[in-house]
């Protein structure tokens, strides 16, 4: 469920309730990917696109990436205003203890709202006296470079886009897409629409590989980070509207 009943108020009854934004953004991500893959299917089969058809497949996908990032971001601001509010939906006084600590704790970080995203993870954690992700651990280092990726797309800046051999001397300093490249390249298929001359970023790197490793790491990431906290997701009501394809 994406709204969560709290109680009863008024004479008339009204009712208040919390909205749960990860969730539609986790479903729509989704969404989004799946109807980016059908038209890369569509390619397979009959051939080239014509351009309506590529700029929605562009538009899929660059917004699937979007959305699976502010999932992130709404979920661990969400699990703060649940603390913060005393909003606890669980039963168990282990779980209420620990999100009053929560939200207590984070009231007392100096900043802590202004954190960069993926630190409010790292933090609440051992707030909670739990180990935080380790440099390394796979789902962690990826949701770190998909973060840079919506950086990057959210506030952009032009720049020169070098396109040379990959052995090819050069002066130049090293751009954005080759940052990028360095990063992800071996990590998902590349964009079937992208001309061959184009650089990886954001050419190549966009296609529905992309969107799929954003979303599957995402849920990975934000799986064991309740499981650490021993919370149940908010998600869960939804798993399985979570394909990708």
């Known amino acids: 469920m994406d709204k969560i009943p709290l109680e009863m108020i008024g004479e008339e009854s009204a009712i208040r309730f919390r909205d749960c934004f990860s969730v539609r953004y986790i479903q729509s991500a989704a969404v989004l990917c799946r109807l980016g893959y059908g038209i890369e299917k569509t390619r397979a089969a009959s051939g080239p696109l014509p351009q309506d058809l590529l700029l929605q497949h562009e538009a899929f996908i660059l917004n699937s990436v979007l959305s699976t990032v502010s999932f992130l971001e709404s979920t661990v601001n969400e699990l703060y205003a649940d603390a913060a509010d005393d909003a606890y939906f669980f039963a168990d006084e282990e779980h209420e203890v620990l999100l009053r600590t929560i939200g207590e704790?984070?009231?007392?970080?100096?900043?802590f709202d202004r954190a960069p995203l993926i630190s409010k993870y790292q933090k609440i954690l051992p707030i909670a006296g739990k180990p935080p992700f380790e440099d390394g651990d796979q789902a962690y280092e990826n949701v770190r470079s998909l973060i840079e990726i919506?950086?990057?797309?959210?506030?952009?800046?032009?720049?020169?886009?070098?396109?040379?051999?990959?052995?090819?001397?050069?002066?130049?300093?090293?751009?954005?897409?080759?940052k990028f490249e360095k990063t992800l390249r071996k990590k998902f298929a590349t964009n079937p629409f992208a001309q061959k001359n184009l650089p990886f970023f954001p050419?190549?790197?966009?296609?529905?590989?992309?969107?799929?490793?954003?979303?599957?790491?995402?849920?990975?990431?934000?799986?064991?980070?309740?499981?650490?906290?021993?919370?149940?997701?908010?998600?869960?009501?939804?798993?399985?509207?979570?394909?990708t394809r």
């Not at 950086?151 to 954005?176: F, P, Q, S």
Request: proline share 3%; with cysteine.
């Open 203 to 243: 050419d190549k790197c966009l296609g529905h590989g992309c969107a799929e490793w954003a979303i599957v790491n995402s849920v990975i990431f934000t799986d064991e980070f309740f499981r650490r906290l021993g919370l149940p997701v908010p998600y869960e009501g939804v798993r399985d509207e979570l394909a």
């Open 105 to 111: 704790k984070w009231h007392n970080e100096k900043n």
């Open 150 to 178: 919506r950086n990057h797309l959210m506030h952009y800046k032009r720049e020169w886009v070098v396109i040379r051999d990959r052995g090819a001397a050069g002066d130049c300093d090293e751009t954005t897409a080759q």
